[in-house]
């Protein structure tokens, strides 16, 4: 286990009509004009949007907004953001949304606190020493953008889709009331399970040995989303299934997981190639990718990690040999996520065969990735044509 | 699951050579003279103690000692503690031990704003609105304490062990570095790996349904007790095992467990009882307790969580039937305990026989325990004569 630093100060107000909270929270960390964020029509047509604004009018604290913000985030709406917070003395920026939503309202909250082109700081080009306090009202289960200090942008000029992570872009508070994901439809109830999946399997394959308690805590989050996923798509206005989801989704990034440790995250970055791309769903991006990057990379000297998955998780009978088990793991991922209703080919997601070349290049642009296992141009691509 | 609210801002700083943040940590926490709080001379002798008044006199920051802090800190001590911090202008208190350290020394942290004897804040006799900031160097995984808002304190005269829980208790920091418990006896280590063990039990036996995932998360820390226990009892210096057996313990009373449910406790207040007035190491009764309070409760309405605890820790057969399964799971535990070095009966701990009514009485005298299953004076007699 690596030494670490365990620091998570991000309130989260769990549970059904905790936006209560929102005025009161914002006063708190001294919110006094509110830029509030939102990308679909949803948190409106839900009235989140109205019962946000009535808890900060309450409180005598003014507001503007940023709706339409698109899934995977470009920074054209982060610059958006900035241009109002700037010209309208803005002081907090609130976050009703997924985590495209809380992603572009931390490159708001940054961007703010710069003097240059925000772009600057996903380029690591331009320093920056703090942001704007920020808040969160969830409304999907999948990233766990709502309490950790990562956003990811895209920007389509230049093809590129650039994650930053600053602990000062942690929330300051995230309100997570399950009811609100009532309303996600199928198709994002299954992708935001399979992202939080995707989020447990890059911080468990990881290189450093003996962090069983992290291993263990993986265990609890995976099993959490394979019971719930299918009750949640089946029966929508299940709670208990909601809640479970949606706070295995916020534990399975607020660097929970990842203490002690270092996370692999290759096949976030070829997902993040191929939605410089193409706008394809995280989510769905990586239900295609992962299961053949678990082929890829299993090998004698990896066996013990898929091994171990395999018992905890799928479990697979103790009498099985190792390897077969490692297999059987790997096949009963790609079959729960297949059971979701994911595509499994890149293929069906509108992808050009002929640009697998182009987004290899992309994925490497910044040097090899993963550390379970470095990925270079050649292998990723070799990777993606599998998947393809 | 129910509504809560997720607020843990100790900065736990974790691993080896960590001592090396606590002059820097008191500083940003705006100390600037020190009461040094420890029980036995082990820190002193393992230079511990000598390393922290380094760090603080490196930054300039003066500081007085309270050493002695017995085991089951008594309210004398807290006395003693509140009027050093008094006579002295004492600003941040540091603590250097286990769970009893710290106790007490978020005692005095309370104590110090409080104008009456600090024995009123357990009997929920005063009132008081915060407390001198706080800082933890650990030394035993164990009882949590390093993370959480709980003190416990023992009154010898009035026969009385008391909790209090605030959440300005919390400290600012914990310092966890596992080769500080390279020397911790075997037999601490196995009542250590116990209360661990106790603390997971008592939060998973919750009247709450559907907090699955707080039940996953559960049997993780549960394995790696199970895995590891045993290793540090014939390895003291195994790095891994000791690492995940602390990191385990904090995770175990940070309220992670318990946040969306209510836990038990009701075989933790009968330990106290027995604790008021026999000196009894607090892992050692809740080994002896706790597998007789789950025969007790155990019963048709009660079995489902003894069936799943069975499945995920112990991994029963799946075959097996569900009360059956119910019954190894708890022949598993007494089992565990007894492989650990654990008295299985409170004769051997020196208990008189004809003070167990005593106890009992002592146990129930602010109403019945346990929400699980709530027990009265009779019942807690019952309880005692079994495990007697």
Sequence with gaps: MLNFKFSIPTEVFFGKGQIKVVGEQVRRHGGTRVLICYGSGRVKQQ??????????????????EL?????????????DGVHIVKSHGIDFIMAIGGGSVIDCAKGI?????????????YLRKG???????????????????????????????????LPIRMPFLKPRFSVLDPVYTYTVPPRHTAAGTVDIMSHVYEQYFSPVSGAFVQDRLADALLKTCITYGPVALKDPENYEARANLLWAGTLALNELLTYGKTGD?????????VAAHYDVTHGVGLAILFPHWMDFVLGEDTQGKFYDLARHVWQVPLAMDRMEAAREGIARTRQFFTELGMPARLREVGVAEDMLPTIAKTVVE???????????????LEILKKAY
């Design 127 to 161: 320093e920056v020493k703090g942001a704007l306090p920020l808040g969160v009202v969830l409304t999907l289960a999948a990233t766990g953008s709502e309490m950790n200090g990562t956003s990811v942008v895209s920007n389509l000029e230049t093809k590129q889709k």
């Design 265 to 273: 995250w290759g096949t976030h970055m070829i997902g993040h190639g």
């Design 366 to 380: 910044f040097g090899e990735v993963g550390v379970f296992r470095k990925l270079n141009e050649k292998q990723v």
């Design 67 to 79: 709706g339409g913000i698109e899934p995977n985030p470009r920074i054209k709406s982060v610059r």
């Design 109 to 121: 909250a940054v961007g703010a606190c710069y003097d240059g082109d925000p772009w600057d700081l």
């Design 47 to 64: 009235g989140i949007y109205d019962a946000v604004c009535a808890k900060l009018a309450e409180k005598g604290i003014s507001f503007c």
